[in-house]
């Protein structure tokens, strides 16, 4: 019997794609921008730092482009995407990395810092989607990377907005990968455990940096993710520290 024809793409590099990083500045967000600038795609590396993504760019040279810009903002993030097709002519996906925190029992935890990181952690992604969206389905695909955590998957103590933004994520992104498929646009959520990045580094400064992972290792699966062949999505992936403290 012989067998059918393969008519699905299968992309060997990121080389002629557009990408939008969001927290692509330092961290895991400056690994991504990295990983796939080296692998010939054009990024937009966005941060709410505008210093820190001209830095990055001037960094990674060719084939980057730098944005200041706050993801909960909603005319930064049209912005944004217009900067990024006038730019490079077109965007096939976006990571919606940037996400902030503030580990503090909940009595400490006030409505301002709350709203804050909800509108970072949460309502960016959701901004950035929706706006991407509207090209994306224009071109018939597209794909929109969200970077959670293991914070979406359990709860440790004094992070509750940390966990409440991040369990969303996760939500929202399987939510849109239900809507979106059918219009060609893939959705993937990309669950990281610790990372040796400033995130974590800066804050807890005693941290085992053993129990954590390089963040070019998450940066590389953000690019396997990406390359998967025109007919398969990769929904959720989680990447772990071989010590990884906060998952079993």
């Given at each position: 019997m012989k067998e059918k024809s393969m008519t699905s793409r299968t992309p060997t590099s990121m080389a002629g794609r557009t990408v939008l990083v969001t927290g692509g500045g330092q961290g895991l967000g400056a690994a991504i921008c990295q990983e796939l600038a080296a692998d010939g795609a054009h990024v937009l590396i966005g941060d709410i730092d505008e210093g820190k993504a001209h830095a990055m760019a001037r960094r990674i040279g060719a084939h980057t482009d730098a944005i200041g810009f706050d993801v909960g903002n909603e005319s930064d993030v049209r912005a944004a995407i217009d900067r990024a097709i006038s730019r490079f002519g077109h965007l096939d996906a976006v990571v919606n990395n940037a996400a902030i925190d503030l580990t503090v029992p909940i009595d400490e935890l006030g409505l301002a810092d709350w709203d804050r990181i909800l509108?970072?952690?949460?309502?960016?992604?959701?901004?950035?989607?929706?706006?991407?969206?509207?090209?994306?389905?224009?071109?018939?695909?597209?794909?929109?990377?969200?970077?959670?955590?293991?914070?979406?998957?359990?709860?440790?103590?004094?992070?509750?907005?940390?966990?409440?933004?991040?369990?969303?994520?996760?939500?929202?992104?399987?939510a849109l990968h239900a809507e979106l498929r059918p219009q060609g646009i893939k959705v993937s959520a990309v669950v990281a455990g610790g990372m040796r990045t400033p995130f974590l580094l800066d804050r807890f400064p005693d941290i085992d940096t053993d129990t954590l992972q390089?963040?070019?290792?998450v940066a590389r699966t953000v690019r396997f993710v990406l390359l998967q062949p025109d007919e398969t999505v990769i929904p959720e992936v989680m990447v772990l520290p071989m010590r990884e403290t906060s998952w079993p």
């Open positions: 509108r970072t952690n949460l309502t960016g992604p959701f901004l950035v989607s929706r706006h991407a969206c509207a090209h994306m389905k224009q071109r018939g695909h597209g794909h929109i990377v969200n970077i959670a955590s293991t914070a979406s998957k359990r709860a440790w103590p004094n992070a509750a907005v940390y966990h409440a933004t991040k369990w969303g994520l996760l939500g929202l992104s399987h390089d963040p070019g290792n």
